[in-house]
T-cell receptor
């Protein structure tokens, strides 16, 4: 069965510091991978999706970037965090029409 | 642009009664609709789905209704239980890469 891992679970970072969130998937090959952000009262906002190694599509212009160095690894990064980057970040993979989410990372930028 | 809308940010019902969560969409190309349930500090989990070729799908206490002409779907939970208290997200998709979520509705089921 497929599983998805995200870490860290929580992160507190100062403004201007870098960010790296990692997501890995097990039990499936060549999955479509997604990064979402849940901000208060705004639902789930799609940030990036990837259909293969090195293939990244960005939904909205922002202070973040994503990379997929391996088939089942998806990384969300920033060179300099902003206060507005605070939120709950979710990684997901798709299986058919459904998406399955990781446990999420709570990021607080101070 | 918000292609999927959940206009009620919150809903409170009594245990044992019916909970009805509503969702509207604008893109007629969506052909698959899903509901996810989310507890605080956890990722959303899949609850129930419906294809655009159907107008109803039932799974235990959960039923999803789809009205394509109105571009509206709803999730019915009956009877509601305190453990159903969570945020419910409506989602719509037209292929693997394009799934859009609503803003969510926080359901509180009171004992």
């Amino acid at each position: 069965s497929q599983t998805i891992h995200q870490w860290p679970a929580t992160l507190v970072q100062p403004v201007g510091s870098p960010l790296s969130l990692e997501c890995t998937v097990e039990g499936t090959s060549n999955p479509n991978l997604y990064w979402y952000r849940q901000a208060a009262g705004r639902g789930l906002q799609l940030l990036f999706y990837s259909v293969g190694i090195g293939q990244i599509s960005s939904e909205v212009p922002q202070n973040l970037s994503a990379s997929r160095p391996q088939d089942r690894q998806f990384i969300l990064s920033s060179k300099k965090l902003l206060l507005s980057d605070s939120g709950f970040y979710l990684c997901a993979f798709s299986w058919g029409y459904e998406q399955f989410f990781g446990p999420g990372t709570r990021l607080t930028v101070l | 642009d918000q292609q999927v809308k959940q206009n009620s940010p919150s809903l409170s019902v009594q245990e044992g009664r019916i909970s009805i969560l509503n969702c509207d969409y604008t893109n007629s190309m969506f052909d698959y609709f899903l509901w996810y349930k989310k507890y605080p500090a956890e990722g959303p989990t899949f609850l129930i789905s419906i294809s655009s070729i159907k107008d109803k799908n039932e799974d235990g206490r959960f039923t999803v209704f789809l009205n394509k002409s109105a571009k509206h779907l709803s999730l019915h939970i009956v009877p509601s239980q305190p453990g159903d208290s969570a945020v419910y997200f409506c989602a719509a998709s037209n292929n693997n890469n394009d799934m859009r979520f609503g803003a969510g509705t926080r359901l509180t089921v009171k004992p």
